[in-house]
């Protein structure tokens, strides 16, 4: 069976690729499995840019097809910040409440029409023979005033998705798995990695 790294350490992240990826015939790792990769340092200027980083170095480093997502939290009234900034919102150590909680304070006294917010993520496919593809996937809502809910990860709970009144965290995995922005860029690069491989 052929390997597939994903170029991640994020828990949630992992989980939510290893649901996408299940009907395909890949044994799947993630860094998690090589501890001798150090920390993987995000310079890009866009989540495309960082995706690709972050696929290059875990396809060199293992030999394998690497997947790599870069994803984040645009919010309109903050001028699309955090954005490729998500995951250390609240300072360098990865903490979900936190960022959620400071999201929270800078967006005090905003009406909720004004709290539009979009989930973008870049899914990067690099194969050690160079190989390089990416696709984007966007998932429109509202910041809400409270957290609420319990599945997911980073900033489901506050997130508010249209159409469906609930936050991310409110929504069963399945059905964050159909509509979320990572299923909506795996879904293409899925498309185009069978093609390939194939
Ligand atoms: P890796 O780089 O190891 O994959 P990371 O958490 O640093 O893990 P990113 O740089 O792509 O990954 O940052 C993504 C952040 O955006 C993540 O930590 C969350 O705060 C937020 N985020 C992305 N997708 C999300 C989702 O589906 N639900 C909630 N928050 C999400």
Do not use: W
């Amino acid at each position: 069976m052929r390997k597939l790294v994903i170029a991640s350490r994020n828990k949630g992240k992992i989980s939510e690729l290893k649901e996408l990826l299940k009907e395909y015939n890949f044994e799947i790792l993630s860094l998690d499995d090589y501890p001798e990769i150090p920390e993987i340092k995000e310079t890009g200027k866009s989540f495309k840019e960082n995706a690709l980083i972050k696929a290059r170095i875990a396809a060199q480093e293992t030999g394998c097809l690497a997947l790599a997502d870069d994803s984040g939290l645009e919010v309109d009234a903050l001028g699309g910040a955090p954005g490729i900034y998500s995951s250390r919102f609240a300072g360098p150590n990865k903490d979900d409440e936190a960022n959620n909680k400071k999201l929270l304070e800078l967006l005090e006294g905003v009406p909720f029409d004004k709290r539009t917010a979009r989930f973008r993520c870049v899914v990067a496919a690099v194969d050690p023979q160079g190989i390089e593809i990416t696709t984007e996937g966007v998932c429109e809502g509202k910041i809400g005033f409270e957290p609420k809910g319990s599945f997911g990860f980073g900033y489901d709970p506050i997130f508010i998705v249209d159409g469906y009144g609930l936050t991310m965290a409110e929504l069963k995995p399945e059905i964050k798995n159909r509509i979320s922005h990572r299923a909506k860029a795996f879904k293409k690069i899925a498309a185009v990695l069978k093609g390939l491989l194939d």
